[in-house]
């Protein structure tokens, strides 16, 4: 059971967008902790895509945005390519257990 | 740029301690900006946080792990190291090193992982 709950799949056809949920508590993205993203493609590692909330790392395009409200954030994907198809991760902080917490992850299906 | 590295055994028996290291090249990992963390991934499961350390020595743990995790770092060798004892078979999964911005605590650089399987 993750302390941060997303939907474990999502999906949408090329040109589409989509988004991902992250649902927090007031111990974590509710106490205004950042909330992060990460893309996850098949067999890789995982890679840095959205941090503090809503800023994009050096090379990641703007088809990618995030934003966080209360105790939720959201990840946006438009213009949907088949090289988008992964799992993707939301993750914060959270005071209660003094950790790194991260969502289940979230598939990704470009149909 | 900063690369890291993981490495140590794929196979570890039950009951015994898992031990890994992660070398940090490119960059030092004295830098007073970063975590060093472990995180591993069960197959076709989830990211589940394991600790960190500090350039200073100072270490977090996840509390469900906190018994049984050990992270040291070594700066004169760029290294961090993970020790995870009294593994079980749901110890088995990928383990990666990475670097945890002190400033928002993002996971900005990730080694490559490395698969760990407990089983005799």
């Known amino acids: 059971q993750s302390v941060l709950t997303q939907p474990p799949s999502v999906s949408g056809a090329p040109g589409q967008r989509v988004t991902i949920s992250c649902t927090g508590s007031?111990?974590?993205?509710?106490?205004?902790?950042?909330v992060h993203w990460y893309q996850q493609l098949p067999g890789t590692a995982p890679k840095l895509l959205i941090y503090g909330n809503s800023n994009r790392p050096s090379g990641v395009p703007d088809r990618f945005s995030g934003s966080k409200s209360g105790t939720s954030a959201s990840l946006a994907i438009t213009g949907l390519q088949a090289e988008d198809e992964a799992d993707y991760y939301c993750q914060s902080y959270d005071s209660s257990l003094s950790a790194p917490v991260f969502g289940g992850g979230t598939k990704l299906t470009v149909l | 740029q900063v690369q890291l590295q993981e490495s140590g055994p794929g196979l570890v028996k039950p009951s015994q301690t898992l031990s890994l290291t992660c070398t940090v090249s490119?960059?030092?990992?004295?830098?007073?900006?970063?975590?060093w963390s472990w995180i591993r991934q069960p197959a076709g499961k989830g990211l589940e946080w394991i600790g960190r350390?500090?350039?200073?020595?100072?270490?977090n743990y996840n509390p469900s792990l906190k018994s049984r995790v050990t992270i040291s770092v070594d700066t004169s060798k760029n290294q961090f190291s993970l020790k995870l004892s009294s593994v079980t078979a749901a110890d088995t999964a990928v383990y990666y090193c990475a670097r945890e911005r002190l400033q928002d605590d993002a996971f900005d650089i990730w080694g490559q992982g490395t698969m760990v399987t407990v089983s005799s």
């Open positions: 007031s111990s974590n993205i509710g106490a205004g902790y950042d």
């Open positions: 490119g960059g030092s990992i004295s830098s007073g900006s970063y975590y």
């Open positions: 350390i500090y350039t200073s020595g100072s270490t």
